[in-house]
């Protein structure tokens, strides 16, 4: 996923901030009522957010509008109510009223809270696997790091079929987590439970991986996920002869170059795959995703022409990044004047564009680097077979234009054994969705279609005759 394209989720650089868990009470009809506001900013200083009543049952609501501007916050929830008061980011409080839509006013202070409140992922593996789970050290030689992963293995006895999972873009850890969803060890155990190993890693610099992910492009994590490929040949519970990929997001894009730089693929498995350059990537992204959030017509093209225009500055041989990145700080002062309702349609977007912005700002070699990537040339050199899934309702990587491009291009190459799946329904966490929107991810309890990972899991059983 692109951050977000998948998410330029920034750690706090201090304590002194907004984002995080805010927990209050509010007394009614003699009753108490535990709050949850559940805020994050964006490295371009949007607050988007979820409320939360902790003991009720319903569903945490996503905030419609959060403005903060000194010490003065306000929040609106649609359908619900809203929230004026003061913010303390030093001592880690908020003092202020509650005015409910049925006209109630009501004193809501919140607190900080140190206890980390999630949402439920009913899916989420919890020990005692049904599986065995073995810590591992992966060395990449070629980049000089190592990196720290887990393999499950299937109860019984092998050797087995085995796929390396390779992770979204943005850096992930071994289990791919976004928003508490851990879909990489989600498909990790159901694969185990249908005879199929597989090894997850943390992205260099992640979790217990050493090295620098700020530098990398996909080429260097590229050389990550081949490190892992050879390390997971050589497991003595694993059928070397059937040991494959399964890339999602940026990870279909580092499947196939791996391919193309070795022999003894087995398989490949392409989930949410790019196959357009990158620019087009993210202008049919940006379009689709600011179409369904419901900006107006003149607020998409503005999006089009300012990001087209910074997208050629960055693929030129000789990149012109002060200007890039100046055009960016001139879209981020119009979209902090927008009115309310067009403000509160941008926050749909989870992040994106701020977060492209923020990537043109650092310079980031990654960023300079996928937007002037033609995945093309090197799905020709695919000649494994390759399931490509994608979902209906993917608003990040549209089903209708790159499906069809990355199987246009394994033919091109002579690839036959190609089988190609949009799936009604699914977003580009292949989660059961409503609109797509990224905004939706979090709010949604499956973290990993079943559907979907029975389609992987039969199709790898079929692929390698076990």
């Not at 996909?218 to 399964?246: C, H, R, S, Y």
């Not at 100046?326 to 701020?354: A, C, H, N, Q, S």
């Not at 990355?406 to 190609?418: F, S, T, Y």
Request: proline fraction near 5%; hydrophobic fraction near 40%; charged fraction near 25%.
């Amino acid at each position: 996923m692109l951050p977000d394209v998948g998410a330029v989720e920034q750690k706090e650089k201090n304590k002194e901030t907004i984002n995080g868990d805010w927990v209050g009470k509010l007394v009614f009809g003699g009753k108490e009522f535990r709050i949850l506001f559940q805020l994050q900013q964006s490295p371009g200083g949007r607050i988007s957010g979820i409320f939360k009543s902790l003991d009720q049952e319903p569903a945490p609501l996503p905030m419609t509008d959060v403005r903060l501007k000194g010490r003065d916050i306000f929040i609106q929830i649609k359908e619900v109510g809203s929230y004026r008061g003061k913010v303390s980011l030093k001592s880690g409080r908020m003092s202020g009223d509650w005015m409910g839509e049925d006209g109630n006013e009501l004193a809501l202070d919140l607190r900080r809270s140190k206890e980390k409140w999630s949402y439920k992922r009913p899916q989420t593996p919890k020990a005692p696997f049904v599986h065995e789970v073995r810590e591992v050290e992966i060395a990449n030689k070629l980049g000089k790091n190592s990196l720290s992963g887990t393999l499950s293995l299937p109860k019984g006895r092998g050797p087995f079929p085995a796929a390396v999972l390779v992770s979204d873009f943005g850096a992930q850890d071994r289990d791919g987590t976004i928003h508490d969803h851990k879909p990489l060890a989600v498909m990790a155990e159901y694969l185990a439970k249908k005879g199929i190993a597989t090894l997850r890693y943390d992205d260099r610099g992640v979790g217990k991986s050493t090295g620098t992910y700020e530098f990398a492009t996909t080429m260097d994590l590229a050389t990550d996920a081949a490190a892992a490929f050879e390390f997971l040949k050589k497991q003595q519970e694993i059928d070397a002869a059937n040991v494959g990929i399964i890339g999602h997001g940026e990870g279909g894009l580092i499947g196939p170059i791996v391919t193309s730089k070795r022999e003894g693929m087995a398989f490949l498995v392409l989930l949410a795959a790019p196959g357009v350059r990158g620019d087009q990537l993210l202008l049919t992204q940006n379009e689709a995703v600011g179409r369904a959030a419901g900006l107006s017509d003149e607020m998409l093209d503005l999006i089009r022409r300012l990001m087209s225009s910074v997208f050629q500055l960055l693929i030129q041989p000789t990149p012109d990044l002060a200007k890039a990145e100046k055009l960016g700080v001139e879209f981020e002062d119009r979209i902090k004047e927008l009115p309310p309702e067009e403000g509160e349609k941008l926050m749909k977007f989870g992040g994106m564009l701020e977060g492209q912005f923020e990537l043109v700002k650092t310079q980031s070699p990654w960023f300079s680097w996928i937007v002037s990537y033609d995945p093309g040339p090197v799905l020709q050199q695919v000649k494994c077979p390759v399931l490509l899934l994608n979902g209906e309702k993917d608003l990040q990587v549209l089903a209708g234009i790159n499906l069809p491009t990355i199987k246009r291009h394994l033919v091109a190459g002579g690839n036959e054994r190609v089988e190609s799946k949009k799936l009604s329904g699914l977003n580009h966490l292949f989660q059961k969705a409503d609109k797509g929107l990224p905004g939706e991810y979090a709010m949604i309890e499956q973290t990993f279609s079943t559907s979907a990972l029975m389609q992987i899991a039969e199709w790898i059983t079929k692929t390698t005759g076990r």
